[in-house]
């Protein structure tokens, strides 16, 4: 059967509104739950001591609330309707998901760096999960409703012009495209955000393993040890540790050495050869645990500090991957390519959709059956320092993330023609979808004081970095 043609295609999704109106796509979903028990259900398993403390980072403001409580949107979502177009997405796509970093020819990108929840789904949740994101910072960080609502637009209605773009490109060009600094310094309107990408080359450049070894890591005769910062950083069984005595890793049977020998030998055998030998040159000189990011405080995580035979380091990061909230509620997940491994299930996601990957991604199994993956921790990473913005580089900001959902989505599901004709020319899709953001952004509000409450008055214990750093202080 030939193939259709990518105007076929695309006329093919703009049929999908006889199906899903675009205006429907403005509903918020079922909001009828409490969003306290769906808390609960995904701090299920984590570090007991360490839940407060992702509480404590989530009561910072409604948005730190957003970015910890993505099952709370993906439950909500799973009542939208959607135009049926399922592809890969990212599933926790807010605006502080996204960032600078270097490619393994180190090239530095901007890309979406964060596949914790990556499943197949409708492509619209991660569209809206970006959206409403711009409304609640633009509200939150003191830019006012109106302007809110302007980053909002903008991020649509990048992502739709974008997606027009790609759904015109050949699947290899497609596959080749890359937003690199270069492309965003010339892309950007304001003399601000070209100092600001400027300064962050500049910032990339000093973030590598080796100006990274002496913050993070002191040198004990011919052995380096990573350097205790309780509850950022800490052994596992050291004087520091934040990890109950009747957790299963601290009760494992098997010595450390024979552990992690096994952990890595799994990891090593998702590596391609070549990889796997760069990485047998480098030796293990210490294991710490590390908590991370917002919504993932409590959630196992390693940092594994090797170093080569020139006693210069590389990072890696193993990190716990549990069940996906988009695989919890979207009907998609049994289309998931048979990955039943969680850590494989993020590796698989993000080497679809970012237009480049770690050399070091891998995947593996911990020693309690616990799904892992791996990859190299803040190598050239860095992130938009959003209190900082003035309403021009938020605006930039906001087009540069739609350009970049765009380009992921593109290349993952090789879906652009059909959702460029479902999302069509006009703004007619970014002005549901800016309602879609201001009507979220207040369900969001009143799940915040429903959980500020419950820290309150004792239902949620929260605590602050400072409140356990502090116990910990000589």
């Known amino acids: 059967m030939p193939q259709q043609s990518w105007q076929e295609r695309r006329a093919n999704g703009r049929a999908r509104r006889e199906r899903t109106p675009r205006a429907a796509q403005e509903a918020i979903g079922d909001v009828d739950r409490d969003p306290i028990e769906l808390l609960r259900t995904s701090s299920k398993g984590r570090v007991d001591a360490l839940i407060p ?31 049926g177009i399922a592809i890969q997405i990212c599933g926790d796509c807010h605006l502080s998901n996204f960032g600078g970093f270097a490619t393994p020819e180190r090239a530095l990108i901007f890309d979406l760096n964060d596949f914790d929840e990556t499943a197949p789904g409708p492509w619209e949740w991660d569209l809206k999960r970006l959206v409403a994101s711009f409304t609640i910072a633009g509200r939150h960080l003191g830019h006012g409703d109106l302007a809110a609502d302007e980053f ?3 991020a649509a209605r990048s992502y739709q012009t974008h997606l027009r773009e790609y759904a015109e490109m050949s699947v290899l060009d497609l596959w080749y495209e890359r937003i690199t600094f ?84 799994d990891y090593v055998a998702t590596l391609t050869p070549e990889r796997a030998r760069l990485l047998s ?31 210069k380091p590389l990072f890696l990061q193993m990190k716990e991957a549990s069940t996906s909230v988009v695989a919890r509620f979207t009907k998609h997940a049994k289309h998931a390519d048979d990955i039943k491994h ?9 080497r679809l959709m970012q237009a480049a990957t770690d050399p070091f991604l891998g995947w593996a199994t911990g020693p309690l059956g616990r799904t892992l993956y791996i990859r190299q921790l803040r190598d050239m990473k860095i992130s938009a320092e959003l209190d900082t913005f003035s309403d021009d580089v938020f605006r930039e900001y906001a087009v540069l ?56 008055d004792g239902k949620l214990e929260s605590r602050s970095d400072a409140d356990i750093a502090a116990e910990f202080a000589p």
């Open 53 to 83: 403390l992702r509480y404590g980072r989530m009561l910072v403001s409604p948005f730190t609330f957003y970015r910890g409580s993505a099952i709370l949107q993906a439950h909500d979502l799973a009542g939208t309707p959607d135009s």
């Open 152 to 154: 909002a637009f903008v």
């Open 182 to 265: 270069d492309r965003m310094y010339q892309a950007v309107q304001s003399e601000d955000a070209r100092r600001r990408i400027k300064r962050g080359i500049e910032r990339a450049s000093r973030r590598t393993h080796e100006t990274m070894l002496p913050k993070l890591a002191d040198r004990t005769g011919d052995t380096w040890r990573i350097r205790d910062a309780p509850p950022a950083v800490f052994h596992i069984h050291g004087k520091s540790t934040l990890i109950d005595k009747n957790d299963g890793w601290m009760t494992l049977k098997a010595s450390r050495e024979d552990a992690l020998a096994t952990l890595v030998r």
């Open 281 to 311: 040159q480098f030796s293990l000189q210490d294991v710490a645990f590390k908590v991370v990011g917002v919504g993932s405080v409590g959630t196992r995580c390693l940092v594994l500090l090797l170093t080569d035979h020139h006693d």
């Open 342 to 350: 969680d850590g494989h299930r993020v590796v698989h996601g993000q």
């Open 401 to 456: 993330c739609g350009w970049a959902l765009a380009r992921a989505h593109a290349k993952s599901g090789g879906c652009a023609p059909e959702i460029s004709g479902y999302l069509g020319n006009s703004d007619r899709m970014a002005e549901v979808l800016v309602r879609y953001g201001r009507a979220y952004a207040d369900q969001v509000e009143k799940d915040y004081e429903v959980f500020r409450v419950a820290c309150r």
